[in-house]
């Protein structure tokens, strides 16, 4: 067993963030504070083969595993704590993975490409106002009519929505085709958003990741070429599990990015802040605090980093079940967005007064890394859900 990366991922590593380094970090905190990526970063990232690693080479990605994807997020979201900037690359890396793997050949030459050179967005909308976690309780509806394919309904609190209306871009869109087979009736489809007069664009505010808008999309009447359908008819659930599984592992890999970098800021700190006449990392209450978390958090990357490995194994190999990885994707998406939230909070409050100012910085992280606890890919409880239903049986599932 062999813990240490290949020398290909670690010279991706080194790339990576010596690209995050100069091109983010110097910008993260105007992205935090003009709510917006700058757009120039994204052509980099682009250029830098960062955007749609996982999409084929002849789309314009670089073919890359899920281990290399998992790096690259936790690099992007030790540059931007924030999380903004991570949140449009993971998207776009789990989801293209999808289209790429599903969708039609005409979509994906026409789609992918303006992903992979940064000059539009993919995203996923599936939550809905009545609840994002019951994927089988979509209301949202497609049907085939002529040739085409017909959407009505809305989808709530979706990542990217201004971007993809002012750029260009779209969804992975998560659609009820079969209304009476429950989760065996629903569909995937890509919707192309920019200029579409039957879908309206609304934007809502966040406590966190402020560079990426987030917002509700509203379908009426929305008609798309049949090379938009995403794989077969009435297997869409099936899909958008596995898509859950791709995003979850990057979005805990940006966690453990996130909260890395912050831990080694904290760290540096507790060495020079100094009260009663000596160093505050000389007490043994900041200590043990720092160890723990030390700890907690290489705990919460190997989880991610197995996760990664088995979504790497099975794809190339059909080496293991679902149930296997849907287990360890669910533990690591468990462990690491809290592990996170506790590491900002504890060196936030090693900091002081000036822990809690914008100046610092750290704020960032915290309401960054918050969105993943309460409900984005997944809530905390589904995940336990997930985990159970794999060691009982799905006897005992609740759902």
């Given at each position: ?31 935090d ?17 960062l ?30 704590t ?24 005409d ?36 049907i ?8 009505n309904?809305?989808?709530s ?27 065996k ?16 664009v ?36 099936y899909?958008a599990?596995?898509g ?20 080694e ?14 160093a ?48 360890a ?38 309401r ?27 006897d005992?599932?609740?759902?």
């Open positions: 067993m062999d813990f240490s990366f290949s020398e290909e991922e670690e010279l991706f590593r080194k790339s990576a963030r010596s690209f995050c380094e100069n091109n983010i970090v110097p910008r993260s905190r105007e992205i504070d003009r709510a917006s990526i700058p757009r120039e970063i994204i052509g980099q990232m682009g250029a830098a083969g955007l749609g690693l996982t999409v084929s080479e002849r789309y314009g990605g670089k073919g890359a595993g899920f281990m290399k994807a998992a790096i690259a997020a936790e690099e992007i979201a030790r540059a931007d924030s999380m903004a900037v991570a949140v449009y690359q993971l998207v776009e890396a789990g989801w293209g993975f999808i289209l790429d793997r599903y969708g039609t050949e979509a994906r030459q026409e789609i992918l490409p303006q992903v992979t050179n940064g000059k539009s967005f993919l995203g996923i909308a599936s939550t809905e106002a009545h609840g994002g976690s019951d994927i089988a309780g979509t209301a949202t509806t497609m085939k009519r002529g040739g085409s394919l017909l959407i309904g809305s989808k609190y979706i990542s990217g929505v201004s971007e993809a209306a002012k750029y260009g871009g779209g969804y992975v869109t998560i659609v009820k085709t079969g209304p009476a087979l429950g989760h009736g629903l569909s995937l489809c890509y919707l192309p958003v920019k200029d579409n007069p039957a879908v309206t609304s934007a809502s505010r966040q406590m966190g990741r402020e560079g990426i808008s987030n917002g509700f999309l509203q379908f009426k009447e929305v008609e798309l070429p049949e090379r938009y359908l995403i794989g077969e008819w009435n297997k869409g659930f899909y599990m596995e859950f599984n791709c995003a979850r592992v990057l979005v805990s890999a940006a966690c453990i990015g996130a909260a890395e970098k912050i831990l800021t904290g760290i540096e700190f507790i060495k020079k802040r100094k009260v009663f006449g000596t505050i990392g000389r007490f043994e209450g900041i200590q043990f605090q720092m160890s723990e978390h030390y700890a907690k958090l290489e705990s919460a990357r190997l989880l991610v980093h197995k996760a990664a490995w088995l979504l790497d194994r099975h794809y190339n190999e059909n080496s293991f079940s679902h149930g296997e990885i849907n287990k994707v669910a533990a690591a998406k468990l462990t690491a967005p809290p592990t996170a939230f506790e590491v900002i909070k504890d060196v936030m409050m090693w900091h002081g007064a000036y822990g809690y100012t914008k100046e610092a910085g750290l704020e960032r992280g915290l960054g890394v918050t969105s993943y606890m309460v409900g984005a890919e997944g809530t905390m409880n589904i995940m336990k859900i997930i985990i159970a239903k794999e060691l009982l049986g799905k005992f599932s609740p759902l």
